[in-house]
Structures are given as structure tokens and as C-alpha cells.
């Protein structure tokens, strides 16, 4: 049995009344629907095109990564992840579900003597000044890690850091306290590690930013801070086969994948959150957040037709935003499917003691655990938008370990490249985000791109 389930009776007629999708429909129209999305990926697979669908059997990988932290991890206090979008919310996700939300603040004996673990990620000169001012630099390794070796938030931060170490090393040691994660071959982080030592870890090809948590990108800091890569790789691994399922009810990605577009494209229900009821789980609510708006956000269809589609996806957290989106997911527009995350076995079990039994409001609280509490919650609000005949989908992991958050990736990927054969968009490009790119080269001066006119936004004087 599988660590990982997906439970989806709540978008289905017979618990949502006219607002579910019949259940018939899932051997029906829905099935025939997913059986191209499923011959679509698999054909782009075997062509090479999916990468992300090897890192699991990438075993010559995970060597040279658990090599390369086990070299490191003894030498430095602290290591400094500098990255953005695919480059970083994989890892944070990572570091936050599997050692917590206050790893940082452990002592060494807590930590095992693995090192403290920091992420920079905006080029936000607060956050940076921050961290680098409580970090000794001496003490600290920095990760850069950028695919394509140009995005200017990473470089930007990278040239700033590596003026820093060099204020307090000499050239060579500024060497030793950088390693990069990039591109095999191509681009100004590989070149710069060929020309001065610094070891580089490759990220394939085939496997993009946001797809690319199970590479180097993801498995070094994981490493580093001695999560078990195997398990990890093997949960991915077990998903990758329940995925291979042509038939949709036995293919938890191909569920997920379609009764999302379904709710999109039948019923309006363009608002996809993930709400996940584990403070640890916050950020891979971002993460998926990430996955599924650049992947599916797209002008033009794989027949060059302009669609501007694409489901809006939202991250969540429970029970906190039942005290600020539930309001809107409860009464507002009919436009939203709530995906829920639930961790079945949460490592910490705290109790609520039996005080003030004279106190109706509280003393109701005495005697269960907080994660009851948490996932009484969590129950309620689903059938609560039950009631009102808005969907939900659960996904329930038996345990937040390694193997359990590979299945979560590896489901989350496969169920984003079927939601793109379903929309009929590359789910792979990001064409979008290249104007602002282009703009901001212009504004500041690179070479080859021409300095914009940018209509000010109180142009004409529209600022009070
Ligand atoms: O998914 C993607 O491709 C993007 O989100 C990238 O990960 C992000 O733009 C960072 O790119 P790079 O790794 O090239 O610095």
C-alpha cells in the first residue's frame, strides 16, 4: 500500500449532488479523455522529453551528490542555497517538511552536526543583509543554483556574495566555500567552474526548473542536511509505476490531472488550492503553486491557436486560512476546487490538558491532541463546503518521511504534464516570462538588449 492516496468523493455526484461530476463518467467520456493525455505523455517520455521521469533510477547521480555532501558537510556550519522558482521552492519544501520549521535553530547535537540551512532567494537587498550579517562566511558554504547560469536575481546575489568571501579569503578559498548547481555544459556558471575549480553539479537537460526537485537541485541541501536520498528517490520511483496505469481510476496523477481540468473547463472552477493542514507543508503548497501556473499558464496551444488558459492555482494553509480564505471558498464565487493535504501520522503528539472544567469553551479542548484538533478541522471544512456543493480533493500521506514526500513530488509532476496534454499546452516552456526579462536587461544596461521606454505608471500625472 501505497504511502500516498488520493481521495476525490467529494467532487462526485453522489456527495456533491448537482455540482459533482457523475461517476460514471470516470469509465466514460473522462477516461477516454485521460487515455490521450496518458499516450501523449508516455510518448513524449520516450522521446526524451520528460527527464524528470529518470531522476529516480538516476542512481550515478545520487553518488556524486551524497559524495560531494558527505565531502562538505563536515567542513562548514552553514549552507546558503542561492536560487529562485524551480532553483529553490523544491528544496525549501523539502528542508521545511523533513527537518521542520526551526532546523536553523537547533544546537549542533540537534542537528546532528549537519549544518544549519538557509535559502536567498529574492534579490531583496533586506534579506540578503540579513543573513550575511549572521553568518560567518568562513564557516559557510554557498550553493548557486541556476539552470540556465542568467537569471539575474541569482547572479545578481552570487556576485555580491562572492565579493563579501573575498573580503575575508583569498582567491583560491573564495573557491571553497562555492559550489554550483547548473547546466551540464552550457552557460556562465559552468564556465566559471571550469575556469576556477569550483565543483559543479549538473542538472540534466531534460529536466526543467520547476520539474527539477529530484536532481541535483533538490537532492544536494536534502543531502547536506542528511535526508535519506534513497528513500526519497524510491518513493518517486513507486509513483512513477502507479502512474504508468493507462486506465483512470487506478492512475492517482491521471485523477488529478482531470477532474481538475474537468472542474476548469466544464464547471469554471479555475481556482485550484492546495490547502495543506501541516505548518511543515506550507511551502510545498508553493511549490505546487509554481508547478502548475507556469506550467499550464499558456497563450497559444500546442497548434499555435490562442487560448490564454490555464487554471489559477492557490496556496493554502489549514487550519490558519479558515480564518481567511474560508469565508470566500464557502459563500464566495463557485469558481474554486480545494485540494486538501493531510499528514496521517504527524511525528509530535500533544496533548491538551484537562484544565478548567468549569469553562464550557474550553474544557471540551481537555484530553485531545492537537493534531486531532488540526484534523477534526480539517474534516469539518470539507464537508462543510460539502454541504454547499463545493468539490475538494484529499491526498493523505501515512507519514511525512522521504519516501512519502518523493511520492508527492513525482504525483505532482506527472499529474502537471497530463493537466498540459489536457489543455493541449507545452506544460514545459515558460515563453511569458521572457518580456519582463528582456525589459529589465534593457534598463539596466546589458549588452544586446536595447534600453525600453517604459510607459510610467502615473503617466499623465495618475498618482496621488
Ligand atoms: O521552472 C522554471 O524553469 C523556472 O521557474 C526556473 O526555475 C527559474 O526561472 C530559475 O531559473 P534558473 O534555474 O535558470 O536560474
Known amino acids: 500500500m501505497s504511502p500516498l492516496t488520493l481521495a476525490y468523493g467529494n467532487i462526485l455526484a453522489p456527495a456533491l449532488g448537482p455540482h459533482g461530476f457523475a461517476p460514471e463518467r470516470l469509465a466514460g467520456d473522462l477516461s477516454e479523455r485521460f487515455r490521450d493525455a496518458h499516450a501523449a505523455v508516455t510518448g513524449a517520455r520516450e522521446a526524451g522529453e520528460l527527464g524528470f521521469f529518470d531522476l529516480p533510477g538516476d542512481v550515478e ?15 562548514f556550519e552553514t549552507l546558503v542555497v542561492v536560487g529562485i522558482g524551480g532553483s529553490s521552492l523544491g528544496a525549501r519544501a523539502l528542508a521545511d517538511a523533513l527537518l521542520g520549521l526551526h532546523w536553523n535553530l537547533g544546537s549542533d547535537e540537534d542537528r546532528e552536526h549537519y549544518p ?104 544536494l541541501p536534502a543531502a547536506v542536511t542528511g535526508v535519506d536520498l534513497a528513500a526519497l528517490l524510491e518513493g518517486a520511483a513507486a509513483m ?52 502548475w501556473a507556469e506550467s499550464l499558464g499558456k497563450a497559444v496551444d500546442r497548434e499555435g491557436r490562442r487560448v490564454e488558459t490555464g487554471p489559477t492555482p492557490m496556496a493554502a494553509l489549514g487550519a490558519v486560512d479558515q480564518h481567511s480564505l474560508l469565508q470566500l471558498l464557502m459563500e464566495g464565487p463557485r469558481d474554486k476546487v480545494v485540494v486538501f493535504l493531510r499528514n496521517r501520522a504527524p511525528e509530535h503528539r500533544v496533548e491538551i490538558p484537562r484544565l478548567h472544567s468549569e469553562i464550557g469553551a474550553l474544557s471540551y479542548l481537555g484530553g485531545h491532541e492537537l493534531g486531532e484538533l488540526l484534523e477534526v478541522e480539517r474534516r469539518a471544512t470539507a464537508e462543510a ?3 454547499e456543493g463545493r468539490p475538494s480533493l484529499t491526498l493523505e500521506l501515512d507519514r511525512l518521511d522521504a519516501r512519502g514526500l518523493g511520492e508527492f513530488f513525482m504525483l505532482m509532476q506527472i499529474a502537471t504534464v497530463y493537466a498540459g496534454a489536457l489543455y493541449g499546452v507545452n506544460p514545459l516552456d515558460q515563453p511569458g516570462v521572457e518580456l519582463g526579462k ?9 549588452e544586446g538588449y536595447p534600453v525600453p521606454e517604459l510607459q510610467d505608471e502615473d503617466l499623465g500625472g495618475y498618482r496621488i
Not at 61 to 73: I, K
Not at 438 to 446: D, P, Q, S, V
Open 61 to 75: 547521480t545520487r553518488r556524486t551528490v551524497q559524495e560531494v555532501a558527505d565531502s562538505f558537510g563536515q567542513w
Open 116 to 219: 544549519r540551512l538557509f535559502f536567498l532567494e529574492n534579490a531583496d537587498p533586506e534579506s540578503l543583509r540579513d543573513l550575511m550579517d549572521r553568518v560567518d562566511p568562513r564557516r559557510t558554504l554557498f550553493n548557486i543554483v541556476s539552470k540556465s547560469g542568467s537569471t539575474a536575481e541569482t547572479m545578481a546575489q552570487f556576485m555580491v556574495i562572492e565579493g563579501l568571501l573575498s573580503e575575508v579569503l583569498d582567491d583560491e578559498a573564495v573557491a571553497g566555500h562555492l559550489i554550483f548547481t547548473t547546466d551540464p555544459e552550457t552557460g556562465v556558471l559552468r564556465r566559471l567552474a571550469n575556469e576556477r575549480g569550483i565543483p559543479a553539479l549538473a542538472v540534466p537537460r531534460a529536466v526543467g526548473g520547476r520539474f527539477s526537485v529530484l536532481s541535483s537541485v533538490g537532492l
Open 240 to 291: 512513477v509505476r502507479r502512474c504508468e496505469e493507462p486506465e483512470l481510476v487506478r492512475n492517482p496523477a491521471g485523477l488529478f490531472a482531470t477532474l481538475l481540468h474537468a472542474a476548469h473547463t466544464e464547471q469554471d472552477r479555475s481556482i485550484h488550492v492546495l490547502m495543506p493542514y501541516a505548518d511543515r507543508l506550507r511551502v510545498l503548497a508553493l511549490w505546487f503553486q509554481q508547478l
Open 385 to 387: 463546503l460539502r454541504r
Open 438 to 446: 528582456e525589459l529589465t536587461y534593457g534598463l539596466l544596461g546589458r
